[in-house]
């Protein structure tokens, strides 16, 4: 399904029903519609899955918007929700998306009942303003060979799954099926898609010091699920603000990596179903009074 907004269209699908809504912005939706987010509507959730704009089905974007990316694509989350009638939702996102998810924080506070983000940092300002696979990407433009090469890396990184989970026929299936579509995924993406480069989240905060200060103001539920073996969105490189925003809680999970919601996928449902659940009934008690 597509949405227009005022100066873009997103491409979006909707899982479950009701009022407790739960939106999710990402590039790419997984191929088969398993797991992370999608899983939340069995729980009872009514999940919107965004993909954000540039990407995919959505509008593309021939402009470098430079460091107001994340911006945009938290305006876009929070201008979805105005036209599709939801006054307060919360919301998750992995990676970018997670990106996306502190940039709503500080920037519409005001319709969030919570946020539950994973591998989503945010970035320590020490590793500057690019991250190396972000880099590797853009790199690529231009070169078929460089291309086809970034696309088998992203093929690896599923497959590494189906070895995970080789003792569960069903799994090994998937994960070799996903594996083979993220490939031919990332084989298509137009220049203008792999150009991308939004930077780190909250640029304008040119210290560690000043991110903490600045998440300090968040005022309702967050739940961060963080992979120890993230080595794209290492722990050492990435601001802790579990010690800065009053209603938080962190999940690290030993042996999980970037892709932790694959790796750990009924933990992640539970967590954020649990999450989700005591951040809506709070919300709702708020509310009422």
């Not at 084989?187 to 203008?192: I, L, Q, Y």
């Not at 690290?252 to 649990?274: K, P, S, T």
Request: include cysteine; glycine fraction near 8%; aromatic fraction near 12%.
């Amino acid at each position: 399904m597509f949405l227009e907004l005022k100066d873009t269209k997103l491409y979006y699908e909707e899982f479950g029903q009701g009022e407790r809504c739960i939106l999710s912005a990402m590039q790419q939706l997984d191929p088969d519609r398993k797991g992370w987010p999608y899983d939340l509507a069995e729980e009872g959730f009514h999940v919107f899955a965004i993909q954000m704009r540039g990407y995919g089905q959505s509008a593309h974007v021939m402009e470098d918007y430079g460091e107001k990316w994340y911006d945009i694509w938290a305006d876009d989350v929070a201008e979805f929700a105005a036209a599709m009638g939801i006054k307060r939702f919360l919301y998750t996102g992995a990676s970018d998306g997670g990106g996306v998810g502190w940039h709503l924080c500080l920037r519409h506070p005001e319709i969030l009942t919570g946020f539950a983000g994973l591998a989503a940092g945010p970035h320590s300002r020490s590793i500057g303003t690019i991250s190396p696979s972000r880099k590797y990407t853009i790199d690529a433009v231009g070169s078929r060979a460089a291309v086809e090469q970034l696309a088998m890396y992203h093929k690896q990184r599923i497959l590494y799954f189906a070895k995970k989970f080789g003792d569960d026929p069903e799994l090994k299936k998937e994960f070799e099926r996903k594996a083979e579509t993220i490939y031919q995924m990332k084989m298509d993406m137009g220049p203008e898609e792999m150009k991308i480069q939004p930077g780190i989240t909250l640029p304008w905060l040119k210290t560690d010091e000043e991110v903490l200060k600045a998440l300090s103001e968040i005022h309702f539920p967050v739940l961060l699920l963080i992979g120890m073996k993230d080595a794209m969105v290492p722990l050492g490189k990435t601001v802790q603000p579990i010690g800065a925003i009053e209603h938080a809680k962190a999940v690290f999970y030993q042996e999980a990596n970037h892709l932790l919601y694959y790796g750990r996928r009924e933990d992640v449902r539970r967590e954020i179903a649990a999450f989700a659940e005591e951040a809506f009934e709070k919300d709702g008690d708020k509310t009422a009074h």
